[in-house]
């Protein structure tokens, strides 16, 4: 499987260097990813998480609440939605049969309206719970105008999976490869988790929103952000069990780190060091360095300049589309 790293609309928040511990000062506005995964499987595409869609970009005020807006300040740029990155790859948004949902908060599920043909899967918690709408703060990180694919929807039941590295009620899903694990890490939400995806011996293990800054998984001193550190509480629903997981998580990285490559959906740096980019390019900086390379090793390889007899490099390394249409 070919794994790519999107970040689909960042997030701006209030106190800059507080939150985000890498801006200037703490007056400016931080810079927070929305680190989703694009999936090639042999014969579809899997999404994990959304970010923001094109609905939200286009009808913010009618789509998110007030009180986020005004807090996190999505940075709304249409090239940066999971659709228009997956365009930009040389796929279509029919192409994505299945999207995976750490968690239904605004900014992990926008996108959902964007590809309508796509199974969503979750766990049985997150989708009950988010759709009680219990209090005000649900009110405004649940947004039911963001679950036209509600009918898409397949939830699984925790208790009913096996142990992973440590971690209890991993399970497989539907109709998708036995490499694709839903890691259960509630706190955050009661239905949040994880996704682990097999690459050979090794995997890569999206935790979501069960930490939010690199420095929480420091294996001798954690640390995180006063921004973030309160924002976590304020957002938190099993206070207990989110510091259990992280702990877990930590214990994990001990035990597996050179099995297991451990991330965030929010942190910039690690969105970065794993898409060879930063977070504020969308996917198609990564086919222009492909094709600026394969220009390059072209003109070496003839002597000549390829785009002087209107010639288009095709990178030897870019998947195979003609498998997903």
């Known amino acids: 499987m070919r794994i790519h790293h999107l970040n689909c609309i960042s997030t701006c928040p209030l106190g800059g260097r507080l939150m985000d511990g890498r801006s200037r000062s703490i007056l400016e506005r931080g810079h927070l990813s929305c680190h989703c995964l694009l999936i090639e499987t042999d014969n579809e595409l899997v999404l994990v998480d959304t970010g923001l869609g094109l609905r939200d970009v286009a009808d913010p005020q009618g789509r998110l609440s007030r009180f986020f807006l005004t807090l996190v300040r999505p940075e709304f740029r249409e090239e940066m939605t999971a659709r228009r990155q997956i365009e930009r790859l040389g796929f279509s948004a029919e192409d994505v049969r299945h999207i995976i949902l750490t968690h239904l908060d605004f900014d992990h599920a926008g996108g959902l309206d964007d590809f309508p043909h796509a199974k969503v899967h979750m766990l049985a918690e997150e989708r009950e719970y988010a759709q009680l709408q ?4 649900d009110r405004q990180r649940f ?3 963001q679950w036209s694919t509600h009918g898409n929807w397949l939830s699984y039941r925790t208790g009913l999976g096996e142990k992973w590295m440590g971690f209890a009620n991993v399970r497989d899903l539907m109709d998708l490869p036995p490499e694709i694990l839903l890691v259960p890490l509630p706190g955050h939400t009661f239905g ?3 996704v682990a995806i097999a690459q050979g011996d090794r995997w890569l293990l999206l935790a ?4 939010f800054y690199r420095g929480e998984m420091d294996l001798k001193s954690p640390c995180c952000t006063p921004g973030l550190r309160f924002y976590q509480w304020m957002m938190e629903k099993d206070r207990a069990a989110r510091f259990e997981n992280q702990e877990r998580l930590r214990e994990l990285k001990r035990r597996h780190g050179s099995r297991v490559e451990l991330f965030c959906s929010h942190d910039v ?3 970065e ?3 060879q980019r930063s977070a504020r390019l969308p996917a198609e900086a990564l086919v222009a360095r492909r094709e600026a390379r394969a220009t390059q090793g072209t003109a070496r390889a003839t002597g000549r300049d390829p785009y002087s007899h209107g010639e288009v490099p095709m990178s030897q390394d870019a998947p195979d589309r003609s498998r997903h249409h």
């Open 134 to 137: 219990k209090t005000w703060l």
């Open 143 to 145: 947004r039911p105008q």
């Open 192 to 194: 949040h988790t994880g």
């Open 208 to 211: 979501g929103d069960a930490y």
């Open 269 to 271: 740096e690690e969105f």
């Open 273 to 275: 060091r794993l898409a």
